[in-house]
């Protein structure tokens, strides 16, 4: 059992056990707080007293803390019945002051003094009753219980802000699929329609593509390299498409074994180039593409060409950049760099976000890609 199980468990023992040594504490630091004025008295004796008399004030203590926590405050002042609270409030804080009263008087031996050791007597005990006794131990409980529920507000605030989060991120990482899955189809049906022999290519691409959508996307982080593959086979599916006239340079640099990324979070970039950028020139369409992974950051750099009138646009048909941007704001709040410029005839991506590492990364042997960097492809 921990110490977040011991003190915020709602579960029957645990919460047993933690009133029972709030109890047994408060009277033991009382017990040896006193200890400080022995006189003449044995300290196993003073101790035996000592103990049986805070025992009897522990008991009234509970008495009074938990009517008031747990009937006056549920049954009148959450309800908004101060009247009646203050009344019920009054009536049990008397009526324990009286029993109080009568075991200092009685039981403590004070009755059988002098009036003015009575008198001293019961001024002192009353104040007693007030700055630690039921009342100031109601008072203690109360705002125990009050900081804990507070703690708790918190990390259920917590939680239901990271659930949302997660979330939402499902929601943006699902809206890539079809988005992808439309383009490329759209790709091969061209292909098809002219008999071409790339198509059954194209068609064993995706599936691996697919492939790796749909058992491995689901993770919060997958390894680096099967992200760069997915690009990878992204591209030669845009290249089959474009044939020459595409001019293609892609350099990726750095250690991405151990890497780990987010799912599904750089092919959007590269799919916006296509997409808004190079399809739409009719001479000449050109992009670059370099990656460079220094420690556990990974630069991405994104050039490609575009007509002069077109702005490049987020996207209004599919997902576009604003999903990315989405993305990445919830996955790296602050933690990452994104600069989109758009110059003349050039659309530029420049980014920076932080990897995470896992040094006992193994991928079995039947899922493990045969990844080969593009360096200078074209």
């Known amino acids: 059992m921990t110490l977040h199980d011991f003190i915020f468990s709602a579960n029957a023992p645990k919460r047993y056990y933690r009133h029972v040594s709030f109890w047994m504490s408060r009277i033991i630091l009382q017990v040896f707080g006193v200890g400080y004025y022995l006189t003449t008295k044995s300290v196993w004796g003073f101790f035996v007293q000592e103990f049986s008399f805070r025992s009897y004030v522990t008991i009234l203590e509970m008495i009074f803390t938990y009517?008031?926590?747990?009937?006056?405050?549920?049954?009148?002042?959450?309800?908004?019945?101060?009247?009646?609270?203050?009344?019920?409030?009054?009536?049990?804080?008397?009526?324990?002051?009286?029993?109080?009263?009568?075991?200092?008087?009685?039981v403590a031996g004070v009755i059988h003094q002098s009036p003015d050791a009575q008198l001293f007597g019961v001024w002192r005990s009353s104040w007693f009753f007030v700055s630690a006794?039921?009342?100031?131990?109601?008072?203690?409980?109360?705002?125990?219980?009050i900081l804990k529920g507070y703690y708790q507000k918190l990390e259920e605030k917590k939680l239901l802000i990271r659930e949302n989060a997660d979330a939402e991120l499902q929601l943006l990482k699902a809206q890539i699929h079809p988005h992808f899955l439309f383009n490329t189809l759209n790709n091969i049906y061209s292909f098809t329609l002219s008999k071409s022999p790339h198509a059954a290519d194209l068609v064993l691409k995706l599936k691996d593509t697919l492939k790796?959508?749909?058992?491995?996307?689901?993770?919060?982080?997958?390894?680096?390299?099967?992200?760069?593959?997915?690009?990878?086979?992204?591209?030669?599916?845009?290249?089959?498409?474009?044939?020459?006239?595409?001019?293609?340079?892609?350099?990726?640099?750095?250690?991405?074994?151990?890497?780990?990324?987010?799912?599904?979070?750089?092919?959007?970039?590269?799919?916006?180039?296509?997409?808004?950028?190079?399809?739409?020139?009719?001479?000449?369409?050109?992009m670059k593409l370099q990656i460079n992974i220094t420690e556990n950051i990974l630069c991405f750099e994104l050039c490609n060409s575009k007509p002069v009138e077109n702005n490049c646009a987020t996207g209004r048909n599919g997902?576009?950049?604003?999903?990315?941007?989405?993305?990445?704001?919830?996955?790296?709040?602050?933690?990452?760099?994104?600069?989109?410029?758009?110059?003349?005839?050039?659309?530029?991506?420049?980014?920076?976000?932080?990897?995470?590492?896992?040094?006992?990364?193994?991928?079995?042997?039947?899922?493990?890609?045969?990844?080969?960097?593009?360096?200078?492809?074209?």
């Open 212 to 286: 790796y959508m749909v058992n491995d996307c689901d993770a919060a982080l997958v390894p680096l390299e099967n992200e760069l593959k997915m690009i990878q086979d992204y591209i030669e599916l845009e290249k089959v498409r474009y044939g020459k006239r595409l001019k293609a340079e892609v350099l990726i640099q750095g250690d991405y074994q151990n890497k780990l990324i987010a799912p599904l979070l750089l092919i959007p970039f590269v799919e916006n180039c296509f997409k808004h950028g190079t399809s739409k020139m009719l001479q000449q369409p050109w």
């Open 133 to 145: 006794g039921p009342v100031a131990a109601c008072v203690l409980f109360l705002t125990i219980k």
């Open 67 to 106: 009517t008031t926590i747990y009937y006056l405050i549920p049954k009148y002042f959450d309800k908004r019945k101060y009247y009646k609270f203050a009344i019920s409030l009054s009536l049990l804080t008397i009526l324990n002051y009286t029993f109080f009263m009568l075991f200092i008087l009685w």
């Open 319 to 378: 997902i576009g950049l604003k999903n990315v941007q989405k993305r990445l704001a919830l996955l790296h709040p602050g933690k990452y760099e994104l600069t989109i410029s758009s110059t003349g005839d050039t659309y530029s991506i420049n980014m920076k976000i932080p990897l995470a590492v896992n040094e006992q990364l193994n991928i079995q042997q039947g899922n493990k890609k045969n990844y080969t960097p593009l360096n200078n492809f074209a």
